[in-house]
């Protein structure tokens, strides 16, 4: 086990378990009430940070092509250039 990995989701889970009994709060039976959860806890403690409703949504990051695919689009490249040369 490495030391300085991130926790596991397991890890978080009983950590959010923990916290959730210490304060006397159920632990979130779906998303939803997660968020809920998360965002009255941050109001509470006063974060810096707008609430993820007031924020833009995150730009999605274009997923790089598989090596198999990278391979066919560069045989038919090659299949394609060698028709143009003859």
Same mark, same amino acid.
């Given at each position: %086990? /490495?030391?300085?990995?991130? &926790?596991?989701?397991?890890?978080?889970?009983?950590?959010?378990?923990?916290? $959730?009994? %210490? $304060? #006397?709060?159920?632990?979130?039976? #779906?998303?939803?009430?997660?968020?809920?959860?998360?965002?009255?806890?941050?109001?509470?403690?006063?974060?810096?940070?707008? !609430?993820?409703?007031?924020? &833009?949504?995150?730009? !999605?990051? /274009? !997923?790089?092509?598989?090596? /198999?695919?990278?391979?066919?689009? !560069?045989?038919?490249?090659?299949?394609?250039?060698?028709?143009?040369?003859?």
């Amino acid at each position: %086990m /490495k030391a300085d990995a991130p &926790p596991t989701v397991r890890q978080v889970y009983a950590l959010a378990a923990v916290l $959730c009994e %210490m $304060c #006397d709060e159920e632990f979130p039976p #779906d998303r939803e009430a997660a968020s809920a959860v998360i965002e009255r806890f941050r109001r509470q403690l006063g974060h810096p940070q707008p !609430r993820l409703e007031d924020t &833009p949504p995150h730009r !999605r990051r /274009k !997923r790089r092509p598989s090596a /198999k695919t990278r391979e066919i689009r !560069r045989f038919f490249h090659e299949l394609n250039a060698d028709r143009i040369k003859s």
